[in-house]
C-alpha cells in the first residue's frame, strides 16, 4: 500500500510505528527521561507538514494534560511542596503530573502526527492487512462510509425539534431518545443499501485485493521504533 | 469516560489488550455460528457509527451536561456483535479525535464492551417477558458496571499512591457525578426499546 501522502511510509508502517512508540513512552516510569521524550514528540511535530491542523487536533489533548498537572498534585501524595492557603501541592502529586502530562501529550502527538496523513479507509486496510478479522474491517469501512451521514441526519433532527421550541433540559431526555430512534431507523435502512453498494464495487474488506508487503524504507521505520521503544523504559531504569 | 493515553501502567494496558482479545475472540466465535455473519454487518456499523457520534452528543443533566455512553444500547441492538463494534469505534475515536487512546484501548474495550455484553445477557434473559424492564435495567445497569471498571481501573493505574480520605471523596464525587447518566441512558434505552417494537421490530430481533 502506498503511502497516503506519496512521501516515505506506508499505513501499515505508520501504524505500527505509531503502537509501538506509544507503548515505549508510555513505559517510561521516571522524570529524567521526559525531556527525551518531549523532544521526540516536539520534532516530530515540527517536521510535520500542516502543522496549524495538528495543533488544532492536539487541543483536546493538551487541556486534558493540563487537568492532570493541576488535579494530580492536589489529590496525591503525602510530602508537602507549596500550601496555597487550605490547599497543599505535593511533590509526589506534581511529578505523577508532570509525567502523565507528558507521556499523555508526547503519545498523542506522535500518534496524530504518523496517521493524521493517512486516509481512514487506508488505515482500515492496513489493519486487515496486519491480520484484523474480515468481519471487523467490513464493520469499520461501513462505519466511516456511513459517519458524515448520521452526523448530518443528527444535525437536521436537531434543528428540526429547536424549530419547533424544543429545549435542552432534563426532561427533555425522551425527546433525545426518540430523535435516536428515528436516526437508527433511517440509518438501518440506508445502511443496508450502502452495503451492497459497496460490496458490489468491491469494498469488503474480504473482497478487496491484499495489501502489499512493508517496503524497505516501511521494515526501516519499524525497526528504528521498536529499537527506540525497547531503548526509553530500559534507560529509564538504568538511569 | 475514554481512559487517556499515558495514565495507566503498561503492564495494566497490555491486560486490558488480552482482556479485550478474549472478549471479542469469544464474540467472533458466537457470530460465526449465524447463518449469514456479514449480513449483520449494516446495522452493527450503523450502532458503531452512532456510538461514535454520541460521544459528542450532550445530554443536559443540571447543572452540567452528560455524554451519553450507549454500551447498554448496543449490547440489547447488537447483541455478540457489540464488542467488536464497540472496538471498532474506540480506534476510530483515538486515532480521528484523540478521544481515548492506542495504548488504553483494550482498557477502554474493556470498560465499554464488558457492560454491553452484561446489557445482551439482562436483555436476553429479562427482555422478552418485561421489555421495559430489561431495557432500564440493560441502559442504566451498563452505565453503572462502565463507571465500576473506569473508577477501578483509575485506582489501580494511579502513579503516585492517594491517601483513603481523598480516595472516597473522590469516588464519591465521581459516581455521583455519573449517577444522571445511569437514570440518562436507562431512559434512552427505555425509550429507544418501546419505539422500536412499535415501529422496527426487526431491529430489536436479538431480543
Known amino acids: 500500500m502506498g503511502d497516503a501522502q506519496g512521501g516515505a511510509l506506508s499505513a501499515r508502517a505508520r501504524l505500527v510505528v505509531a503502537f509501538v512508540l ?16 518531549a523532544v521526540l514528540a516536539g520534532l516530530a511535530l515540527a517536521m510535520a507538514p500542516g502543522r496549524r491542523a495538528l495543533l488544532r487536533r492536539l487541543r483536546p489533548a493538551a487541556l486534558l494534560a493540563l487537568a492532570f498537572l493541576v488535579a494530580l498534585p492536589l489529590l496525591t501524595g503525602t510530602t508537602p511542596l507549596l500550601r496555597l492557603g487550605w490547599l497543599t501541592l505535593t511533590v509526589e502529586g506534581a511529578e505523577a503530573g508532570l509525567l502523565v502530562a507528558t507521556r499523555l501529550l508526547a503519545i498523542v502527538t506522535l500518534t496524530v502526527v504518523l496517521l493524521a496523513p493517512v486516509p481512514p479507509f487506508a488505515l482500515v486496510g492496513a489493519m486487515r492487512a496486519m491480520g484484523l478479522p474480515g468481519l471487523m474491517a467490513d464493520l469499520a469501512l ?14 437536521r433532527a436537531r434543528l428540526a425539534r ?38 458490489l464495487r468491491g469494498h469488503g474488506a474480504t473482497l478487496g485485493p491484499p495489501a502489499p508487503g512493508p517496503g524497505t524504507r516501511d521494515r526501516a521505520a519499524m525497526a528504528a521504533a521498536l529499537a527506540l521503544a525497547l531503548a526509553l523504559p530500559a534507560l529509564d531504569r538504568g538511569l | 469516560m475514554h481512559l487517556p493515553d499515558g495514565f495507566v501502567p503498561v503492564g495494566l494496558a497490555l491486560a486490558g489488550y488480552a482482556g479485550s482479545g478474549a472478549l471479542t475472540a469469544l464474540a467472533l466465535a458466537r457470530l460465526r455460528r449465524l447463518p449469514d455473519p456479514r449480513a449483520e454487518v449494516p446495522r452493527a456499523a450503523m450502532l458503531t457509527t452512532v456510538f ?18 450507549l454500551a447498554g444500547l448496543m449490547g440489547v441492538l447488537l447483541g455478540w456483535f457489540a464488542m467488536p463494534a464497540i472496538l471498532v469505534g474506540l480506534f476510530l475515536q483515538a486515532v480521528l479525535f484523540g478521544h481515548g487512546g492506542l495504548t488504553t484501548l483494550g482498557l477502554n474495550g474493556l470498560v465499554f464492551g464488558l457492560p454491553a455484553v452484561l446489557a445482551m445477557a439482562v ?33 489501580a493505574g494511579m502513579p503516585a499512591a492517594l491517601d483513603a480520605g481523598v480516595e472516597r471523596a473522590a469516588l464519591g464525587v465521581f459516581v455521583l457525578a455519573h449517577l444522571p447518566l445511569v437514570l440518562a441512558e436507562g431512559l434512552i434505552v427505555l425509550v429507544l426499546v418501546r419505539v422500536l417494537r412499535r415501529i422496527e421490530p426487526g431491529l430489536l430481533r436479538h431480543g
Open chain 2, 52 to 69: 461514535f457520534a454520541a460521544s459528542a452528543l450532550a445530554i443536559p443533566v443540571p447543572p452540567t451536561t452528560v455524554h451519553l455512553m
Open chain 1, 142 to 155: 461501513l462505519t466511516l462510509r456511513y459517519l458524515d451521514e448520521l452526523k448530518a441526519e443528527l444535525g
Open chain 1, 162 to 199: 429547536r424549530l419547533r421550541g424544543g429545549r435542552a433540559r432534563l426532561r427533555d431526555l425522551p425527546d433525545h431518545a426518540l430523535l435516536l430512534a428515528t436516526a437508527l431507523i433511517r440509518a438501518q435502512a440506508r445502511s443496508e443499501r450502502l452495503w451492497a453498494a459497496m460490496r
Open chain 1, 22 to 37: 506509544a507503548f515505549g513512552i508510555a513505559a517510561v516510569q521516571g522524570l529524567t527521561l521526559l525531556p527525551v521524550v
Open chain 2, 123 to 155: 436483555w436476553r434473559g429479562i427482555g422478552r417477558r418485561w421489555p421495559d424492564l430489561g431495557a432500564l435495567v440493560a441502559g442504566g445497569g451498563a452505565v453503572l458496571l462502565a463507571l465500576a471498571l473506569f473508577a477501578g481501573i483509575v485506582l
